[in-house]
Structure formats: structure tokens, C-alpha cells
T-cell receptor
Framework: NAGVTQTPKFQVLKTGQSMTLQCAQD?????MSWYRQDPGMGLRLIHY???????DQGEVPNGYNVSRSTTEDFPLRLLSAAPSQTSVYFC???????????FGPGTRLTVT | AQKVTQAQTEISVVEKEDVTLDCVYE???????LFWYKQPPSGELVFLIR??????QNEISGRYSWNFQKSTSSFNFTITASQVVDSAVYFC?????????????FGKGMKLTVNP
């Protein structure tokens, strides 16, 4: 099992550009989430999904879109990148709410 | 609203010292889960422990131990005889049922440096 994979590992965007951060898991987990990690802020939840076709907002959803068309994939879209979105992004999955989340290796995004 | 406070932001110890990482949480739910994660300098997040709100038993795993006290809303983590490999940022996190672990609320993290 590859676990949770994220691509790309690094990305530099210009302000106003859009892009999609990819997240995939091969553990057949129903639950998937996106977090961002900023210095001194811990991790904050952006969006989450409890199954294919079901998504909801977390603490900091503005400027991001998600969809969950399959159990395996949970892409995060930045609609119009802003410098405030410079961060490390982590995708995570879990079998259900009673278990821990398994995290991907992260994507380091810089918006100039 | 749920909240996790890790009051210590950074601790530096010498190898073989014991160190305790504090975690205080706030929640209105009676059913919830508490977690500790480790983030070594390489950046990945490593799961350490999960505890549900109905299980107040302390847990020991090798040099790691956890003390869960509902009366003080605390879930503290102790590393005994610390080693250089323990150097990392440690996060405490909380999730409330029925949402479960897909909606973790993290503390801001505590950076532990263990010096040889």
C-alpha cells in the first residue's frame, strides 16, 4: 500500500493563478481531509469528506474548493492563489471517525 | 466550540531527561477523541496515540506515557529518558463525535529539542 500520496511536493504560483493539489489513498478509507500548516498556527482544517460525493467546510475554507467523485481521490483546488495561501498542505484519510487520520507527506506551496 | 491549547511552544532538554508536554482541551461534547501526533524535522506527521473520552486509563508505550484527566480537561504526554530522536514538533488534537477524526482541531504544537 502506498498509503496517502500527495502531488506535487513543491509548487510556486503567482498571485491569481489557479491549481489543483492532488491527494489519493489506496486504503479504501471513507474519510478524507485537507489541512494547512502555518508557522505557529498548528494545522487547520480546510475541507473534509465523509464519503464519495459528500464534502463539507472546515475552519478555513475560503479560496479553496474540493470534490470527491471517488473514494480514492480528494483534490484541493485553489481558485485564484493569494500570498496568504502560502503554506504546507496536508491531506489525510481515516477508515471512519473513530480512528486516527493517516497523513500524506505534504505539499509546500508558495504564492508570490 | 472545540479548542486545544498547548501552552508550551518550545522546550529544550538534555538527553535522558524526562519531559512532559501539556495539552488542555475544551469541548461541550461528552463523546470525543484526543490524539497526539509527532512531526519530526523531515516534516511528516506520525500518529502516536488516540484516546476516547470514556477511557481515562493512562497509557504507557515504551518511553512514552499519556495521562488523561477529564476533571482538568488535560491529556499530557511524557517522554521518559528522552533521546535525540525525540526532537520534533508534537501536536495534540481533538475531534468530537459524531463527526469523528476527519475534523481534527489541533493545538499549535510544541517544539521539543533534545540535545546530546
Amino acid at each position: 500500500n502506498a498509503g496517502v500520496t500527495q502531488t506535487p511536493k513543491f509548487q510556486v504560483l503567482k498571485t491569481g493563478q489557479s491549481m489543483t493539489l492532488q491527494c489519493a489513498q489506496d486504503m479504501n478509507h471513507e474519510y478524507m481531509s485537507w489541512y494547512r500548516q502555518d508557522p505557529g498556527m498548528g494545522l487547520r482544517l480546510i475541507h473534509y469528506s465523509v464519503g464519495a460525493g459528500i464534502t463539507d467546510q472546515g475552519e478555513v475554507p475560503n479560496g479553496y474548493n474540493v470534490s470527491r467523485s471517488t473514494t480514492e481521490d480528494f483534490p484541493l483546488r485553489l481558485l485564484s492563489a493569494a500570498p496568504s495561501q502560502t503554506s504546507v498542505y496536508f491531506c489525510a484519510s481515516s477508515p471512519n471517525g473513530a480512528y486516527e487520520q493517516y497523513f500524506g507527506p505534504g505539499t509546500r506551496l508558495t504564492v508570490t | 466550540a472545540q479548542k486545544v491549547t498547548q501552552a508550551q511552544t518550545e522546550i529544550s532538554v538534555v538527553e535522558k531527561e524526562d519531559v512532559t508536554l501539556d495539552c488542555v482541551y475544551e469541548t461541550r461534547d461528552t463523546t470525543y477523541y484526543l490524539f497526539w501526533y509527532k512531526q519530526p524535522p523531515s516534516g511528516e506527521l506520525v500518529f502516536l496515540i488516540r484516546r476516547n473520552s470514556f477511557d481515562e486509563q493512562n497509557e504507557i508505550s515504551g518511553r512514552y506515557s499519556w495521562n488523561f484527566q477529564k476533571s482538568t480537561s488535560s491529556f499530557n504526554f511524557t517522554i521518559t529518558a528522552s533521546q535525540v530522536v525525540d526532537s520534533a514538533v508534537y501536536f495534540c488534537a481533538l475531534s468530537e463525535a459524531p463527526g469523528g477524526s476527519e475534523k481534527l482541531v489541533f493545538g499549535k504544537g510544541m517544539k521539543l529539542t533534545v540535545n546530546p
